[in-house]
């Protein structure tokens, strides 16, 4: 067995809890956090000595772990073949849980994993019962919580990262969730949550020609600083929604630009047949999966922007309604 250097995986429950068993597999204290556009600009060094789970290929790494469809997309279009590179792709619900079938086939692992992989599968894929259960104060979603809450730097976070990731491969998420540290940060995400909410109750619409109410446009593209939204808060609101589109503008060293960021998902309970990535693809502003996409919409100008900001809307439905 070769011995790495660290681990580089996604700053979301799913990347922490796939860090947690490779960090008890490989004995491994080092750990890098990053998100997928991250690996996409090679903005931080990999080598063969690094294991990377949940993200994107990186250019070279000594183990890879992912679940990602469109990653394994990717790959082909790279010339690469992902059964020939060490590690194990899936298309699994969860990273961690192609890491545990991996682990699995030459060690017993711990009854605790076994629980962190479905509880992955569950959040990673958002396949909650309903939405009450999404927002129950149970352990996986309180330290869920705990790991989406800001902190004031990227160090600070990381040192956050590093010590949830500790707890998940140490400890059970019961005891994860009994965390002072776990509780204060879950705290203060339900308190950013509430902030969410208002921009949403201020922001949500409806199109006049959706008369069903089935799509749901958030527009903060009036903001002139980044917001964070999770747009699945919009069916707290609109509970009959069956798709919500978030559009905000796009900012390039901390300067708002012309250009608008697009996200579709599925709402919770929608009923299955519709692919949002269609609308991204037909739009050709990006690319995602059934239950979710995103793109950017290039404007050459101030007035394109304006333009776009109305437009986008009603081709957004139209092309929804066609799928
Ligand atoms: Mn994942």
Redesign the pocket.
């Known amino acids: 067995m070769p011995a790495f250097a660290s681990i580089v995986t996604?700053n979301?429950f799913?990347?922490l809890g796939s860090a947690a068993l490779l960090s008890w597999a490989y004995d491994l204290d080092a750990i890098r956090f990053a998100g997928p556009i991250t690996i996409a600009k090679a903005e931080i060094p990999i080598t063969r000595a690094d294991i990377v789970c949940?993200l994107p290929y990186p250019l070279e790494c000594g183990l890879w772990f992912d679940?990602?469809a469109g990653n394994l997309q990717e790959l082909k279009l790279r010339g690469l073949d992902a059964s020939a590179i060490p590690g194990r792709f899936a298309e699994a619900l969860?990273?961690v849980r192609v890491v545990y079938d991996f682990l699995a086939e030459s060690d017993d692992l711990p009854e605790d994993y076994a629980r962190l992989a479905r509880e992955a599968d569950v959040i990673?894929s958002f396949s909650f019962p309903d939405l009450d259960a999404w927002r129950a104060d149970t352990p996986p979603n309180r330290v869920d919580r705990a790991i989406k809450a800001s902190s004031p730097n990227a160090r600070e976070h990381y040192e956050v990262l590093r010590h949830i990731t500790f707890l998940m491969r140490d400890v059970s998420l019961e005891e994860a969730a009994a965390d002072p540290l776990v509780i204060e940060r879950a705290a203060r995400y339900a308190r950013e949550e509430e902030t969410m909410l208002e921009h949403i109750r201020k922001y949500a619409r409806l199109l006049p020609e959706d008369a069903v109410g089935e799509l749901v446009f958030v527009d903060i593209t009036a903001f002139s600083n980044p917001v964070r939204l999770d747009k699945k808060l919009v069916g707290l609101i609109f509970p009959a929604a069956r798709g919500f589109v978030e559009m905000k503008p796009v900012f390039r060293g901390g300067q708002k630009t012309n250009d608008i960021s697009v996200s579709l998902s599925l709402a919770l309970a929608a009923p299955g047949g519709k692919d949002v990535g269609e609308i991204v693809r037909e739009l050709n502003i990006g690319d995602g999966h059934a239950g979710a996409a995103a793109g950017v919409w290039r404007s050459e100008s101030a007035h394109e922007f304006q333009k776009m900001r109305e437009e986008l809307p009603r081709r957004i439905l139209e092309l929804w309604r066609k799928l």
């Open positions: 996604h979301d799913d990347g949940d679940h990602h969860s990273c990673d």
